[in-house]
């Protein structure tokens, strides 16, 4: 089955920007919904933002609007997230996901099949 394996988080000041990377391999059918979720201490796991890898399509969460961008490098089988304008309240453990069914688009954690092991985002 698929497997995902996220690298890139460290620390940042508030305003900075940063990319994750997630690696994803055995993605044989290439029909997927690929995402980026994150989980705070006490929180529950959020969606951030998913695509839909056969056409492109991007989903974001409201609170990352105009400030998070995910695409997909189909050569490279590498899924990215590239944050600007990082806030204190995006410090998390963010995780990357894939969904072979038909409803990522709702960015909710319990439709995804595959998770990577995480990477920490610390904005302070």
């Known amino acids: 089955h698929v497997q995902l394996v996220e690298s890139g988080g460290g620390s940042v000041q508030p305003g900075g920007s940063m990319r994750l990377s997630c690696e994803v391999s055995?993605?044989?059918?290439?029909?997927?919904?690929l995402g980026w979720f994150r989980q705070a201490p006490e929180n529950e796991r959020e969606g951030v933002a998913v695509i839909y890898t056969p056409k492109g399509t991007t989903y974001y969460d409201d609170s990352v609007k105009g400030r998070f961008t995910i695409s997909w490098d189909d050569a490279k089988n590498t899924l990215y997230l590239q944050m600007n304008t990082l806030k204190p309240e995006d410090t998390a453990m963010y995780y990357c996901a894939a969904d072979r069914g038909n409803f990522g688009y709702q960015l909710r954690a319990r439709t995804f099949d595959f998770w990577g092991q995480g990477t920490q985002v610390t904005v302070s």
């Open positions: 055995q993605y044989t059918t290439r029909d997927y919904y």
